[in-house]
C-alpha cells in the first residue's frame, strides 16, 4: 500500500530501479522526491502504476524533513533494500 512517507522504487521511465520517498498522493499520481534531482518542495510526479512500495514497516514523517536528511535516509534504506533482495 502506497502511502505519504513510504518508500518506493521505480519501475518504469528514465529512473527505472531509484528509490524515492512519496511526499503527497492525488488521485492516481504519487508525488515523490529524492532531496537531489527531486527536492522535497518540488517533487516528481509518478503514475502509481510505476512504483512499487518496498520495505513496508519503514514510513517516515515529513514534518521539518530536510532534503540533506532525505538524502541520508534513502541511502540508509536502499542499502537495507539491497541486502535484503541480494
Given at each position: 500500500?502506497?502511502?505519504?512517507g513510504s518508500y ?35 517533487p516528481k510526479r ?15 514523517d515529513l514534518t ?23
Amino acid at each position: 500500500m502506497i502511502r505519504r512517507g513510504s518508500y518506493v522504487i521505480s519501475l518504469k521511465g528514465h529512473d527505472t530501479g531509484r528509490i524515492y520517498l512519496v511526499t503527497e498522493l492525488d488521485g492516481a499520481d504519487a508525488y515523490v522526491s529524492d532531496g537531489r534531482e527531486h527536492k522535497i518542495a518540488r517533487p516528481k510526479r509518478k503514475n502509481i502504476k510505476h512504483i512499487f512500495p518496498i520495505l513496508e514497516g519503514h514510513k517516515t514523517d515529513l514534518t521539518g524533513l530536510t532534503d540533506g536528511v532525505l538524502r541520508k535516509l534513502l541511502r540508509e534504506k536502499g542499502n537495507i533494500y539491497d541486502s535484503i533482495v541480494n
